[in-house]
C-alpha cells in the first residue's frame, strides 16, 4: 500500500480522500487534526448586548457566500 501525504492535500482534496477511503483512519486523524488547529472565531458571546443582531449577521453573511458558490439559476425557460 502506498503512504499518502496528507501535508500536500488542500482541504478539499484532503476531505474528497477522506470520504472515499472511510476505512483510513490516518486520513481521518489529518482530517480532524487540520480543523482542531484552527482559530475558533467568536461572533459573540451570550452576555452581549448585540447578540441578535451579530448572530443574524452571520448568518446572512453565510447565506451569501453560498449563494455566490452556487451556479446561477436565473435563466429558466417554459417548455410550453
Known amino acids: 500500500m502506498s503512504q499518502v501525504n496528507f501535508d500536500t492535500m488542500s482541504d478539499a482534496e484532503l476531505k474528497r480522500y477522506f470520504l472515499s477511503n472511510r476505512q ?3 486520513a481521518f486523524q489529518a482530517y480532524l487534526d487540520r480543523f482542531s488547529q484552527r482559530p475558533k472565531s467568536l461572533i459573540a458571546s451570550p452576555s ?3 447578540f441578535d443582531a451579530k448572530i443574524q449577521a452571520a448568518i446572512r453573511q453565510k447565506l451569501e ?4 458558490n452556487q451556479p446561477a439559476n436565473n435563466a429558466v425557460e417554459r417548455t410550453e
Not at 457566500?65 to 455566490?68: G, K, N
Open 48 to 50: 452581549d448586548p448585540d
Open 24 to 26: 483510513d483512519q490516518a
Open 65 to 68: 457566500a453560498s449563494r455566490s
